[in-house]
DNA sequence: CTGAAAGCGCTTACAG
DNA sequence: CTGAAAGCGCTTACAG
């Protein structure tokens, strides 16, 4: 390269980075034929001097990529601009594997870590607070003086059942997951501060068939049905939606239903297509990833765990119209 | 490093990576005390040196997910144990965003790049031909003189219909996606095969409702009902299970149905669930991943199409039984 | 205003 | 059997 501007290789990097001080046609001349050779500086040789390799490393343990990949398009958005390009690693719950990954990573000299996973209140099975590099957690437990980004699920659950309430809907039930998860009892307290505690909330697990099931339940007790149900996903929202229509009860006519999630897949091809909470997945990656890059530039990070709101997305199963309409 | 082992620094190299001559001992030691102080040599430096960065790009359209994460674990598999971490890139169908990750990547001295899309017959908004590291396309449609591995959809769909015709169905019906994907064209080519002429194909998209749909269709045409489903993906064959149950037919005693992908998450919450075509995506990934680390290597390697066989996943909705149950 | 030199952390011939 | 030197491709003081 900088023999073909007939410059000195260290007058070629000054031109090219603009700093240091010459000629401005020399620095111009530099840089076109640099554009018409099409020369790239190595990233390998700049990281070894810079300390920064431009690079950081994605953790998760979510196997199936339903939070990790709105998270890892919110960090590549993110950070692409900045030049860093982001390693993927899926680790499952194999501690083996993780640390086989981290090594890999560190050995690259990754400028940060981020992990995620598919829950709040679970770590991954992998040390990470002992790094010299920079770590941020996103939908993942963190560690003490970390900084962990995660949605805030109480101000979801609150959207949705606010929502049920101001359509009209006064018998609200809540079918939701295990209670064993931190989200899950934290949508149900959200639940029972804006319905109240008249009904009961229906633990179960994450699947369609419980939804269904859960419906059974609800409809064949005595006395007075559910106008409003408030699942905790996508897929139980779906499965208490097809077991409605099974029994003859329309949804949104005679019962609003809302998911949480947002998951396309599931709320989209709902009949009707779902109303639901979107947990913002992707605005949660974009900050992780500025997150990690203002560490590894050294800027200061306040440590703690920020919530980052929820927003409901309007579709059909509840009626009522979309704000604003 | 070399100081804490009291050895010059190139003694400490050879040591660590058993080259060069030297007296057990000191290899021993110096390999013990670099255990002890968790030494971890720079894969920058030693990049520089050996033109081998370790590390790979995958380039990715399908922002879904659906396809890229199977194959994005099965290079993951393939490559950790060869200490090389890869680059998740998903470009959209953006040729500008594509090319800032081409340029990124490259900057970094990848060893080689994974083309991966979502159809078989569509390229990636980017020209990967001539790039002075290897290439190598999975799930999309590669250049001249490329390696491309691809599923055999004949071989899958021909799996499809002939399970549905041992199990007894005479009546085969094809519900499909849209005729201008290469893969429907095939499939569609491989059950008029197997089942003959006498059904038409129907053509549609790829959704719940067009299954739905599909089904009315043929259910209220006057004459025989089908009494097998081909779809050419697990939504569809979702929505034509819902459909028949609607109707009262039964799946699988009146009716069988069999899906395509084995998405899990379509596939087993189908009520029954769904027996259906797996493309083996982590193989086709694994395969990839270890066909660019040959070209990294200098390995010589056939260009050409290679097609992996698909696997038939035996579920409920079929009926009949598993194979050697 | 420009270039020679040192150095980032390694590996690999080459001397001793 | 071990170490000093050169060099991978850059950047950054430092001379000229």
């Known amino acids: 390269m900088a023999s073909a501007a007939g410059v000195s290789i260290s007058t070629a990097s000054k031109a090219l980075n603009d700093t240091g001080r010459m000629g401005a046609e020399t620095r111009e001349r530099v840089k076109r034929i640099a554009g018409e050779i099409g020369y790239r500086p190595n990233a390998l040789a700049r990281g070894l001097l810079s300390k920064r390799s431009f690079t950081i490393g994605l953790l998760t343990n979510d196997t199936y990529g339903r939070f990790t990949l709105p998270v890892m398009a919110g960090i590549s958005d993110a950070l692409v601009d900045h030049g860093v390009s982001v390693f993927l690693c899926a680790i499952e719950d194999d501690p083996a594997l993780a640390q086989t990954h981290v090594d890999a990573m560190l050995d690259k000299q990754v400028d940060g870590i981020i992990a995620t996973g598919k829950r709040l209140d679970k770590r991954l099975p992998v040390d990470l607070s002992n790094l010299h590099v920079p770590v941020v957690y996103a939908f993942t437990e963190g560690t003490q003086n970390s900084v962990t980004f995660r ?30 998860f931190f989200s899950v009892r934290e949508r149900a307290g959200a639940y029972h501060q804006v319905a109240g505690h008249r009904e009961p909330v229906l633990y179960g697990v994450w699947s369609e068939s419980w939804g269904h099931e859960a419906v059974e339940q609800l409809w064949s007790r005595p006395g007075e049905k559910p106008d409003g149900l408030f699942c ?19 949804v949104p006519q005679d019962v609003s239903v809302i998911g949480f999630d947002n998951w396309e897949i599931v709320a989209a091809q709902t009949r009707p297509p779902l109303t639901t909470v979107d947990m913002e997945l992707k605005e949660l990656g ?29 579709r059909q199963s509840c009626g009522g119209r979309a704000p604003g309409e």
């Open 151 to 180: 949605s805030d699920d109480e101000q979801g659950a609150k959207l949705a059942v606010e929502w049920l309430a101001m359509i009209g809907r006064r018998r609200i039930a809540h079918i939701t997951g295990p209670e064993d």
């Open 286 to 314: 974009r900050q992780a990833g500025l997150t990690v890059l203002a560490l590894a530039e050294g800027r200061p990070v306040e440590p703690g765990v920020r919530k980052l709101p929820c927003r409901l997305i309007v």
């Open 232 to 250: 905790g996903n996508d897929q139980i929202a779906r499965g208490a939606v097809d077991a409605l229509r099974e029994r003859g009860v329309k």
